[in-house]
């Protein structure tokens, strides 16, 4: 019934940029009663939240080694969610998922046992 689905991914060279997209379909609640989330997994390496955004879309927070060159937003019309992906470096490559989970806190959780619906991932690889 629930479908997390995430798009975007890809080959790029650092210095580069790159615009994942999830859409979340069949929940129950209003798109806007979930906190959605970005989690990575590199190769040798355990997941990652990496940014989150609450249900509003006013509180988002990110894991210190992408700020100021990631930007996490949400379009609840559209049941989306995204992540801009700026200068990119080697160390981002990693799988990527989309999380949703029903919340209505202030604030959003970097930690992915607190998320409920996962996407598949999708495969970023940046080359030196």
């Known amino acids: 019934q629930e479908q997390v689905v995430e798009s975007g991914g890809g080959l790029v060279q650092a210095g580069g940029s790159l615009r994942l997209s999830c859409t979340a379909s069949?929940?129950?609640?209003?798109?806007?009663?979930?906190?959605m989330g970005w989690f990575r997994q590199a190769p040798g390496k355990e997941r990652e939240g990496v940014s989150c955004?609450?249900?509003?879309?006013?509180?988002?927070h990110y894991t210190s080694s992408v700020k100021g060159r990631f930007t996490i937003s949400r379009d609840n019309a559209k049941n989306t969610l995204y992540l801009q992906m700026n200068s990119l470096k080697p160390e981002d490559t990693a799988i990527y998922y989309c999380?949703?989970?029903?919340?209505?806190?202030?604030?959003?959780?970097?930690?992915?046992?607190?998320?409920?619906?996962w996407g598949q991932g999708t495969q970023v690889t940046v080359s030196s």
């Open positions: 999380a949703v989970t029903p919340s209505n806190d202030i604030s959003c959780s970097l930690d992915g046992v607190d998320f409920e619906y």
């Open positions: 955004i609450n249900w509003s879309g006013d509180r988002t």
């Open positions: 069949g929940l129950v609640a209003d798109f806007d009663d979930y906190a």
